[in-house]
């Protein structure tokens, strides 16, 4: 197994063509929900010109990984915990699971909220494994304490999923800022559209990953649902 794949940051950079990543995530427990479909979702994506794939669970990490042994693959864990909203990837033990099922890149919640592992203890665990960190954030301070303990990457990835209402557009504003800031910064977040995805890279986003919009097919469905329920059959034509 290609588990034991090490790329190093210079190399993925220069893979990178477009930037795009696309996250393989279907709806949970919806019909698309199923290894062998996510392993198809990829295979699309990267026939449609993605440069890398972001994969949710170990088991289908290790699918992705059998089928397309050159994919670059970001890899999580989600999971729900009874004493900590943190989701993504909370374990050491889910960061190990993720490198030896063949993940190039671990991303992990990087919130500074109540959380079973620290930020650093999980980073130092992505890069025992010799693997690459990507730090998921919900805000300028989260990614300033991950850069500091050494993630490769941040992201954007849980701005607008901490508290309140989620927006409806990307967080630009977060984004200008932590280009600013780090040298690889990953859009992600309701980039729903080719033009927020490419205005993304514009501000200097490293790379774009873009899920709901090209993998979750129910809600896809009902944007469009809810766009045309404004013209319903009281204004069709008779
Ligand atoms: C907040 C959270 O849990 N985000 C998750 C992280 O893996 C996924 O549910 C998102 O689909 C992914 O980040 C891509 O974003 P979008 O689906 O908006 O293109």
Redo the contacts with the bound molecule.
């Keep these: 197994m290609s588990g034991d794949k090490k790329l190093s940051i210079a190399e993925i950079d220069r893979q990178l063509a477009c930037g795009l990543i696309v996250?393989c995530?279907p709806v949970d427990n919806g019909p698309l929900d199923d290894d062998e479909i996510v392993v198809c979702f990829a295979r699309a994506a990267l026939a449609g010109g993605a440069d890398g794939l972001?994969i949710?669970g170990a088991r289908r990490v290790a699918k992705v990984r059998a089928a397309l042994p050159q994919a670059l693959i970001i890899g999580?864990v989600k999971r729900d915990l009874h004493d900590s909203p943190v989701?993504?990837t909370p374990l050491q033990t889910d960061v190990s699971a993720l490198a030896e099922a063949g993940a190039d890149i671990i991303a992990v919640d990087a919130t500074r909220r109540p959380r079973p592992a620290a930020v650093r203890a999980l980073i130092d665990e992505i890069h025992r494994h010799s693997k690459l960190a990507m730090a998921?954030c919900s805000c300028f301070e989260d990614a300033a304490q991950a850069h500091g303990c050494g993630a490769e990457i941040v992201g954007t990835?849980?701005s607008g999923?901490t508290g309140g209402e989620v927006p409806e557009r990307p967080d630009f504003a977060l984004l200008e800022k932590m280009v600013a800031a780090f040298p690889r910064v990953m859009a992600?977040?309701?980039?729903?559209t080719p033009a927020d995805s490419a205005r993304a890279r514009e501000l200097g986003a490293w790379a774009v990953?873009?899920?709901?919009?090209i993998t979750?097919t129910e809600l896809v469905t009902q944007w469009f649902a809810e766009a045309l329920k404004v013209h319903g059959k009281d204004s069709a034509p008779a």
Aim: net charge positive; aromatic share 10%.
């Design positions: 996250s995530q972001r949710e999580i989701r993504i998921d990835t849980l999923y992600e977040g309701r980039f729903n990953t873009v899920g709901t919009a979750r």
